[in-house]
């Protein structure tokens, strides 16, 4: 039930490079530690005892920065000597030593980087683990970690040579790249005449697609992030999966055969393939009656060890299914999942305002009620402003008026907005309103907003076919297309619009789409190199996501290549969910 690629698709590159690279930076850094206290020696003064270092290594960040001072200061209050060094990962920021020098202890630190920014997640995905670039750039509008994303594409083509062509939509994007060319022209040498082992580049901006994140994951690896949270490549299982008193950690990568194998299967599907497997685990252990003593020994040594191994990892993914079914049926997530369908189709608006009404009155989760509702401004394009106020009283009303700064954060990022009067109208009433008179202009306007809402949601949507139409049920179980990661209702708008550019080679023919999407000047194309690239290399595609990108997303791509012969890599500023995004906006911390 993994996706089984074709015998032609491309070979991905080995990223144990990078873990190697950031490894030996991180030894170097702390050698040079060492390298002081023998400076103590040589000029003969007492050398500091190893409980007399204190090595901070931290986020830039300046709330860490005056932690770090109070230590500092407190040492010299106390008439401590301590030897003091800061770590920043991945970069040093200069207003973090300015902090430093503001409370009087720039002197006693030394300060120095570590350019961490790729970590190898998996065989085919790679995260910068930068939960905080969401709210800093997409809220804050703080472009501190562009840098870092340029550092990291620089990096990644000095060890994988050139990317032939290059694709990207989005400001952030668009930034990052024109910074990240800016390093390239600076050391050309290093990657000059070397051959591309990466054909094609994408970069998409979070913002570009808000209502994939929105949405809640049917696929297995999306549901076990937003039940459990996977953190850095691994999750935390608690007594209720592992039927003991004690939690435990699993590392959730390709390594696992039984996740492997269901990772990217719709959830409908793992428990058919979980006693499947079952069984036939039951069956290799069963072949040990009957056996001689030589092909007993052989057994033990060689068949063993790998049949425990995936008994227990079985057994656990077995205790994560039930415990995901008992907390979504709790939940009625088949309610939620209708929902959530009717409002991306346009169906039932009101019914599904009701459902969200009832979710807050209930006070079912603060989150999931925010979440809800900015899916329905996104695909209504915003909310008229009598049910804007009315959903906002009963939120504040229910959960605490401490959520109040939340509402304005999400108006700031476009998440969760008021329809102003006359936003609606259709290129048509518009043509309609300038053949008569301002006033009478003024009442067409009127009677337009009190209609049913046009968004640019329902334009992209239309344009690019994200709602199948299906005679019939959809079968999850052999899916047609990447709509299967949310049970056949709707291909994510970032992955169809990279179907796209790859079958145009640019973003030709899709001028309407992006003019919707408000990126007419943030979309580029780069094929500047394509003709040194082989065959096999353009095939294998790296797809950065700035703002973080879902597993259901992963999943939708790993499907489209394997239908169409491309193996993709993702690189990743942080994996996110729908909660992740919704707590990034908050003001109130759970």
Partial sequence: MAFPHRPDAPELPDFSMLKRLARDQLIYLLEQQHEVDKLYKVENKPALSSNEQLCFLVRPRIKNMRYVASLVNADKLAGRTRKYKVIFSPQKFHACEMVLEEEGVFGDVSCDEWAFSLLPLDVDLLSMELPEFFRDYFLEGDQRWINTVAQA????????????????????????????RKMGEEEDGETKGRRPEIGHIFL?????????????????????????RIKCGSVDFGPEVTSSDRSLKVLLNAEDKVFNEIRNEHFSNVFGFLSQKARNLQAQYDRRRGMDIKQMKNFVSQELKGLKQEHRLLSVHIGACESIMKKKTKQDFQELIKTEHAL?????????????????????????????????????NGLIPKEYRSLKTQYLQSYGPEHLLTFSNLRRA??????????????????????????????????????????????????????????????????????????????????????????RRSWQGLDEVVRLLNCGELAFTDMTKEDKASSESLRLILVVFLGGCTFSEISALRFLGREKGYRFIFLTTAVTNSARLMEAMSEVKA
């Fill in 153 to 180: 594409l620089h990096l990644l083509s000095t060890l994988y040579g050139p990317f032939p062509s290059c694709y990207g939509i989005g400001r952030c994007s668009k930034m990052s790249y024109e910074l990240w």
């Fill in 204 to 228: 998409l901006d979070r913002d570009v697609d808000f209502v994939t994140a929105l949405c809640s994951q049917v696929v297995y690896e999306g549901l076990v992030d937003d039940t459990f």
């Fill in 344 to 380: 991306l189709e346009g169906f039932s608006i009101r019914e599904s305002t009701s459902y969200i009404e009832e979710h807050i009155d209930r006070q079912v989760s603060p989150i999931e009620s925010l979440r809800l509702m900015c899916l329905l401004s996104i695909t209504e």
């Fill in 414 to 503: 476009g998440l969760l907005t008021e329809q102003a009067p006359g936003d609606t109208l259709t290129a048509v009433e518009s043509k309609v309103s300038k053949l008569v008179t301002d006033k009478a202009a003024g009442k067409i306007t009127d009677a337009f907003s009190s209609l049913a809402k046009r968004s640019n949601f329902r334009a992209i949507s239309k344009k690019l076919n994200l709602i199948p139409r299906v005679d019939g049920e959809y079968d999850l179980k052999v899916p047609r297309d990447m709509a299967y990661v949310f049970s056949g209702a709707y291909v994510p708008l970032s992955c169809r619009l990279i179907e796209q550019v790859l079958e």
